[in-house]
């Protein structure tokens, strides 16, 4: 018997449309569903546009008990709080024991908490990358292990929450619009977080942006989606080789990060008015030389057109925010903008693979920090700096630097 009957009548006519992007098991068409009714087949099945189309009007039909859901988290800061300390961190596995930093997270002073990317491994079942169906059923148990556990339920309790996805809360290892069944991963994300009747909610993809603060003391938070309108990398030719482990730059002329709409939608959102701007990308964006992994110089058109825009509406007062890369860094470019631009990478949660990193880019500041860390964006306003920090499992402080988000004629 499957597990949502009469739905795999539904389910069953659109996973052969999708079988020829991912081979995946349809669930059993006999089934009868658990209140006894019977799904109507819509007759856009009949002769649906693509295989996406099809499972799009399939996940129309799930019911809500299908989508785990985060324990109810404190508020967002109003629109007139001043913002002061913010934390920041990426990749928690859920099958992993209770996180140290989670618990550290928890006992912080902080205005907000920024949670980044790879908040689970959902492609993943303990024992290596898994194929998913198209009900995404390890993605599903993954969020319900999170909000199961004590320590995110602490950090929950405690901190107002921003959220953003990356390739492992996202359904697929590295993937981006190519994923078959990415309208089912952003149902997921954005149920579980609370984000449905959102502006979020609204749109395909997972970015959104909130200010908080009177003028003079505005925090613009902007969450990027780097996942669902991203074109493919293009796979390294020396697979290990430092430098290019994983992928190289694409010389491609339809590359794309961020996809037209979330483009559109950046742009005005960097002519809003703001005083300092986070600008949260999953991925890394200033590091061009050190790693060859996920980052915005893998498709190096889309990383200048990045800086061209945040130039051109001569948005000020930004700094840029990553995860993903198991390891903290802090970063400065004194070229990308018309005036320096700094970089913090929080990673991970509980994820660390070494304890320590050689890794280093040409805007690195410092040694990069691999064991398991948070980061710390401490806000002064009377200076017009913010300090930059990589926390420690226990909250100490391993790596920091101080930075102007003001022009001096605006002090």
């Not at 994983?246 to 037209?260: A, F, I, K």
């Not at 960097?270 to 005083?275: E, G, I, K, S, T």
Request: glycine share 8%; aromatic share 10%.
């Amino acid at each position: 018997m499957g597990q949502f009957g009469a739905f795999g009548v539904i389910s069953g006519a659109i996973l052969i449309l999708a079988a020829c992007q991912t081979p995946t098991p349809a669930p059993d068409p006999e089934a009868e569903h658990p209140a006894g009714q019977v799904a109507v087949l819509p007759t856009e099945l009949l002769s649906p546009p693509s295989a996406e189309a099809a499972l799009e009007l399939y996940y129309r039909t799930l019911p809500e008990d299908f989508f785990p859901r985060a324990p109810r988290g404190v508020s967002l800061p109003g629109q007139g709080d001043i913002l002061t300390r913010i934390l920041v961190g990426s990749c928690l596995d859920e099958e992993r024991p209770e996180s140290r930093v989670m618990q550290t997270i928890a006992g912080e002073q902080a205005d907000l908490f920024l949670m980044i990317g790879d908040n689970v491994y959902g492609d993943m079942n303990g024992k290596g990358y898994i194929s998913n169906q198209a009900t995404l059923d390890e993605l599903r148990e993954s969020f319900s292990d999170l909000a199961a556990r004590a320590d995110f339920q602490a950090v929950r309790a405690r901190l107002p929450m921003m959220v953003a996805w990356d390739d492992h809360d996202y359904g697929a290892n590295d993937a981006g619009r190519e994923f078959p069944f990415r309208r089912l991963a952003e149902r997921i994300h954005e149920r579980f977080w609370g984000l449905e009747n959102e502006d979020v909610g609204a749109w395909p993809g997972t970015y959104y942006a909130r200010t908080f603060g009177p003028e003079g003391q505005r925090v613009q938070v902007i969450m990027l989606d780097t996942r669902f309108f991203r074109s493919p990398l293009t796979p390294t030719d020396e697979w290990g080789k430092k430098g290019k482990e994983r992928y190289v730059p694409s010389s491609s002329e339809g590359q794309d990060m961020l996809g037209n709409d979330q483009w559109t939608w950046l742009e005005n959102q960097l002519q809003q008015p703001a005083d300092l701007r986070l600008v949260v990308s999953s991925i890394q964006i200033l590091p061009t030389d050190g790693h060859g992994f996920e980052a915005w110089s893998r498709l190096p058109a889309e990383q200048e057109r990045l800086y061209g825009l945040i130039s051109e509406t001569e948005a000020e007062g930004v700094v840029f925010v990553s995860g993903d890369r198991h390891t903290a860094f802090l970063y400065q470019s004194d070229t990308a903008l018309p005036y320096p631009v700094s970089e913090i990478t929080a990673s991970s949660i509980n994820v660390s693979f070494a304890q320590t990193n050689a890794e280093i880019d040409s805007a690195q500041l410092g040694e990069g920090y691999a064991p398991d860390n948070f980061g710390a964006i401490e806000i002064d306003w009377e200076n017009g700096t913010v300090r930059l920090a990589i926390k420690g499992d226990t909250g100490e402080t391993v790596n920091e630097t101080v930075v102007p988000f003001r022009t001096p004629a605006a002090n």
